[in-house]
């Protein structure tokens, strides 16, 4: 176990791959798709790591984790110290480590990634995480000083956690409020088991709760108590409640039976265990075959999903090309091996039924991609006459996801922008004093690493404010 | 975990469950409902909050014992618990400020009619409540509603007070005069039919729509309805609005759904009880 290894050696390891479920196997099942490092491969992939003086890996990562520096105790061998290494950067790493798009981030910006493959970061922060669970009385750290101040955490999805987990860290009091019934918002009602094991968030959760973090499930801000009223009883609020306002398409046939957002499909699934039925109380509509409308990672979540609840077809009907798919590379290339269909450049203009309003159709209509629009992408443009339809019995609407009002709505003092979202600077500061924002619910719907690091620098503004106070 | 401090037969098969929810209890507001999950496992149910009790820190669940999951929470007796109650959820009531009120009130909905009575009874409008039931056994809060006005029982049967449809006393009621608005909760063919009475008078009717939730908060739009043309979540736009402008149709039909799982899951059940294999899931 020597670091003693020349540069020239490094680069003659080839990128690990990471040992995966058979797509046959997994495609009708629940269960991880990915199966984690071996703590051979662990070693093998970090020994691949460069140590660069000045490491870019670093800048790519939303929340600032010392890349080089914990990859490097895992080539040593010395797992312990590499878990507190990423454990004081990032509170929650086993998450992170399965659900980063490391490829457009850290590891898009990995020299060796220039000439080759990059650096497997994500699959070794998630070795480290998931090693760091089984040995956790080697990880300790002390408790920091006690500094009599209280925070109020709206949310306790991937921002809210995490400011959570930076706050009590600099030993602060913080209290989490949930409105539902377990704490991890989209973690836990969103990404599906098979990409997240919800065993994971639940010791991830534990973690923080140890670390002195209070969750309060079943609170809904805005109608359990006001915003006002956390003012008054916290010395400072930091508001995550996310973007969890589906949109619909606005076409005819939305209201059949069998068609959902991808929100209630995935939150009977995931929260509720509704694959799980009857043994599980909550009931989902399974199709013999699904169409999901949409292009990101929850639409494929979503499309995965009723694949693995039985559906013959799952297909995904998306307006632009493969190209310009949001979603991240993996989920596509995994979806596409568990026989997932795709039609590209076609859009919805109704949804049929028959007549007991039950959903037999997609109507759609092909599309051309024409100039790019603000974004950057080029937008889709009608082909006329062009309209097939779809046979499908469930559609599920993944076309994104807005701020839900119910919490801004009771506070009309707090300034919001123009989308509805909650207008805070790059610091979570909003205009009013002491109350603070991240995630979802200032930037619309974007990722759980981009909330995350919203979460920590949020913590530290929160911090420098409590300090001046 | 809310403990069950008490519990009532109101009828055949509808219990009364007083449970402890402190903050619940204390800010609750006519109209406003709570989403509760028995244990692990259950699924999230809404229920109207029929009454509160703020001193003890109570609220009153009326629970119509139709499924699997509501047989399981009446099945609940004083001391237990029911693990997650989340709320006070949805729009609270429109009350009108002065005048008189009709209330009607169907089966269970009866107990969500109450809290409407008793806000606009604090008020100072005059109540005039209609309930009713299959026959007298079926009739419920009437005691309640008695405190807070005139009350008209009517039973299909003709079994106790009024023969007839709670519609047809409506009519009567209406056909005198003197009605400000009127706030009906029931069955879905009973909220539409009492819609369609007052219609062509022009009386303001509000009705308490109860489609499938799960979250209860607005993020999946399962309980979405149709009220003027536009799609509306009952559990954040709702669940009250006007009586006139509802697709009691759509209502109907999406409330039918799941219909072929909850037999399902219904039939399960009651195999499992027969048989006493499985025991009930502990909460």
Known sequence: MSTKITTKERLKIERQAMPEQDATARAAAFCEVNLGFTEKLAMLEAQRCLLCKEPKCVAGCPVMVNIPRFIQFIANGDLAAAARSLLGDNALPAITGRVCPQETQCEIECIRGLKGMSVAIGHLERFVADWSYRLANQVVTAPPQPTGKKIAVIGSGPAGLTAAGELVKLGHEVTVYEALHKPGGVLVYGIPEFRLPKQIVKEEVERLQQAGVKIECNVVIGRTYTLQELRARFDAVFIANGAGLPTFMNVPGENLKGVYSANEYLTRVNLMAAYKFPSADTPVIVGKRVAVVGGGNVAMDAVRTGRRLGASSAMIVYRRTKKEMPARAEEIHHAEQEGILFEFLVAPVEILGNDQRWVTGLKCRRMQLGEPDASGRRSPVPIPGSEFVIECDVVVVAIGSRANPLLTSTCPELKLNRNGNIAADANGMTNLPGVFAGGDIVRGAATVILAMGDGKRAAQTIDGYLKKA | ?283
């Open chain 2, 1 to 283: 975990m809310h403990e069950v401090l008490s519990k009532k037969q109101l009828s055949p098969n509808v219990t009364r469950l007083d449970v402890m929810a402190q903050r619940i209890a204390e800010i609750r507001q006519p109209g406003q409902f709570v989403i509760v999950r028995r244990g692990e496992g259950a699924e999230r149910i809404p229920l109207t909050i029929a009454d509160a009790d703020p001193a003890a820190g109570s609220i009153a669940l009326v629970i119509q014992a139709v499924g699997k999951t509501t047989r399981e929470l009446v099945a609940l007796n004083p001391g237990d618990s029911i693990q997650d109650i989340s709320g006070p959820l949805g729009r609270p009531t429109d009350l009108i400020a002065s005048g008189r009120a009709l209330c009607v009130g169907g089966g269970v909905g009866t107990a969500v009619i109450h809290p409407i009575a008793q806000g606009l009874h604090r008020q100072g409008v005059a109540v005039v409540s209609i309930i009713g039931g299959r026959s007298k056994e079926w009739v419920i809060f009437e005691e309640e509603l008695r405190k807070l006005g005139e009350v008209i029982v009517c039973t299909d049967d003709g079994s106790y007070g009024r023969k007839g449809f709670v519609t047809d006393a409506a009519k009567d009621v209406l056909a005198a005069g003197g009605v400000d608005c009127v706030y009906a909760v029931g069955p879905v063919p009973m909220m539409r039919a009492v819609a369609a009475v007052t219609k062509p008078l022009g009386v303001h009717t509000i009705v308490s729509l109860n489609p499938v939730m799960v979250d209860g908060t607005g993020m999946c739009g399962g309980c979405r309805v149709s009220v003027n043309n536009e799609t509306k979540f009952a559990c954040v736009d709702g669940p009250e609005f006007d009586g006139h402008l509802v697709d009691f149709d759509l209502l109907w039909d999406r409330l039918g759904t799941y219909r072929a799982q909850e037999k399902e899951s219904m039939a399960r059940h009651e195999e499992s009880c027969r048989i006493g294999l499985e025991k009930p899931k502990a909460v």
